[in-house]
């Protein structure tokens, strides 16, 4: 049995082909930092208070007393939502009568914000939250932008994979990377927060999609001793390039609108890719286009300075493939066999507990002590050893015990936070960096692990179901860091025992470190802990692949 390694070998692992496919596939992703985490700042809230309208009549002494006080993290500050009835308060003002001196401020009526809010401008001189005042009543609106986003990803990570198995990898990553780039430009114009909510949905489709197909497409073109350095240090450091940039637009670009529009510029450059970036390989043998196949083999061996065979594949090879008639695999492959159904519930676990501890963490970065452009960065900064650490841990050791010693990191320092003193609050910062820090490692390796348990033919599909059950997590994420409201512990408390619990359930994932990789259903690996039988028909198809060594066999890794 010839595989696709072995029939393109002569064109070698690390050629003028293979570095434009990875450095051009890589730097693809960098929008998808832009776009992942730019809500932070274009949904930031700055402090504010009711707004009193110059036409009151009120003494200076007045105006800085007309919001009642209210207890926050041990002091008093002025209520963001309440003020004193402004009638009452401008009749004691006329009368020449001092706040807290000639009269009791507790004692005073209060009412809601009237005339709108005053918006500090230290930090923000304009976001979403300001433009449409997304506070108080209206303060779930943030979060649910956040969501819908996520709502979005969650459904391009749904018909992505089905999608892009069908119809190709590469096109399916141009037209989603489109998608992402046009509906950011078209949320600078937006007139409301609905408009720009629902623009955020199909921004959401395309962000993830794009990820995944440039993931799936580096991986079958690039050869094996490159794929999991393109897999964790590629495209996952690539993408925190961009995450890393997005604080440095953030803080010398402070109005909403000119930031996104700077964040979507870059993307425009990505249109140029189509002519460098081939399509795969492998994804046109399993459709039975291997003429379009040789083409791209044979384009490729030029690039690289290498004579290719005039026959890349045997005669046989083309016979048996041109009388077989492409399969067609749907979603419910997934769950054809008791096998694949524990691996497809325990990735979709897997996956959206990562999810939720990744983007909660990420979006807790204005919540921390400091500056939020700082904590951002910082934020940004701790993915690239934290990949550096994935790689390495998926060269030389298990995928499972790997997966669960990050994730018991992660999730363990959360639980830690509680416990650090409240002076100590620069500890408190260095705890959830390191939390982030694993429950990023987990992230890079569960890209390249799930990929590795689903064989080929419903491999792309396996990798964007189990993405899009991670946004159902991310959906869920932004609610789990305004629990800080109540209690400021209580998002890391959860954050960190789902981690754990779920780094448990990853050691009864079976392992597939220096294993090959299943081409078939039927190949996979077992779940840890489920008894099988080994029915006839499943003997028959081993028996007659090991007596078919003329059928080419196409992998994704």
């Not at 209060?110 to 401008?121: A, I, K, P, T, V």
């Not at 298990?398 to 320092?413: D, I, K």
Request: proline share 5%; charged share 15%; with cysteine.
């Amino acid at each position: 049995m010839r595989d696709y390694d072995e029939v393109t070998s002569f064109l070698g692992e690390w050629g003028l082909f293979q570095r434009l496919i990875f450095f051009l596939l890589s730097a693809s992703i960098i929008p998808n930092g832009f776009n992942g985490m730019s809500i932070v700042f274009l949904a930031g809230t700055p402090e504010h208070r009711c707004r009193v309208p110059d036409s009151a009549n009120l003494s200076s002494a007045w105006r800085n007393h007309s919001a009642p006080l209210r207890l926050q993290d041990g002091r008093q500050v002025p209520h963001n939502c309440r003020r004193y009835r402004l009638a009452a308060i401008a009749n004691f003002s006329a009368l020449g009568l001092e706040p807290g001196r000639d009269v009791d401020l507790e004692q005073l009526e209060q009412e809601d914000c009237l005339d709108g809010w005053e918006f500090s401008q230290d930090v923000y001189l304009s976001t979403i939250v300001t433009e449409w005042n997304l506070v108080c009543e209206d303060d779930w609106k943030a979060p649910l932008t956040v969501s819908l986003f996520f709502v979005g990803v969650l459904i391009g990570s749904f018909i992505s994979g089905q999608l892009s198995d069908r119809f190709g990898r590469k096109n399916v990553l141009f037209v989603t990377m489109a998608m992402q780039t046009g509906f950011s430009f078209l949320q600078i114009f937006s007139r409301n927060f609905e408009m720009f909510a629902v623009l955020f949905v199909l921004v959401g489709m395309g962000q993830i999609s794009n990820y995944v197909a440039a993931f799936v497409l580096g991986t079958e073109i690039l050869g094996k001793s490159i794929r999991i350095i393109f897999s964790t240090l590629g495209v996952c450091i690539f993408y925190a390039i961009g995450y890393m940039l997005l604080p440095l637009f953030g803080y010398f670009i402070r109005d909403w609108r000119m930031l996104l529009l700077a964040l979507t510029l870059p993307g425009l450059l990505c249109a140029v890719l189509w002519w460098f970036i081939p399509e795969s390989p492998r994804w046109l043998i399993s459709q039975g286009r291997f003429k379009e196949a040789e083409v791209i083999i044979h384009r490729a061996a030029k690039i690289n300075g290498i004579v290719a065979p005039s026959a890349i594949f045997e005669p046989s090879e083309l016979q048996d493939l041109s009388s077989q008639k492409p399969q067609s695999h749907s979603i419910l492959d997934l769950l054809r066999t008791r096998n694949i159904r524990m691996v497809t519930i325990m990735s979709i676990i897997l996956w959206m507990t990562i999810a939720v501890g990744y983007f909660g963490l990420s979006l807790d970065t204005p919540n921390l002590h400091g500056d939020a452009y700082v904590n951002c960065f910082l934020s940004a900064v701790v993915e690239v050893p934290a990949y550096v650490l994935a790689w390495l841990l998926l060269r030389h050791l298990p995928r499972r015990y790997s997966m669960a010693t990050a994730l018991f990191l992660g999730g363990s320092v959360l639980l830690f936070v509680q416990l650090v003193p409240p002076d100590l609050y620069y500890l408190s910062t260095i705890l959830v960096m390191v939390g982030k820090f694993g429950v990023t490692a987990a992230f890079s390796m569960v890209y390249v692990y799930t990929a590795e348990l689903y064989p080929t033919v419903v491999r792309n599909m396996g990798v964007g179901i189990s993405s899009m059950a991670s946004r159902l997590g991310s959906i869920l994420s932004p609610y789990f860091i305004y629990l800080g409201a109540y209690d400021r512990f209580l998002p890391y408390i959860l954050m960190g025992s789902l981690t754990i619990l779920t780094a448990i359930l990853t050691l009864f994932l079976p392992e597939s470190f220096g294993i090959p990789l299943p081409d078939t259903i039927d190949q996979m690996l077992r779940v840890k802990g489920i008894k099988y039988r080994q029915t006839p028909s499943h003997t028959r198809m081993l028996k007659d692949d090991e007596e078919s060594p003329t059928v080419l066999k196409s992998t994704a890794f």
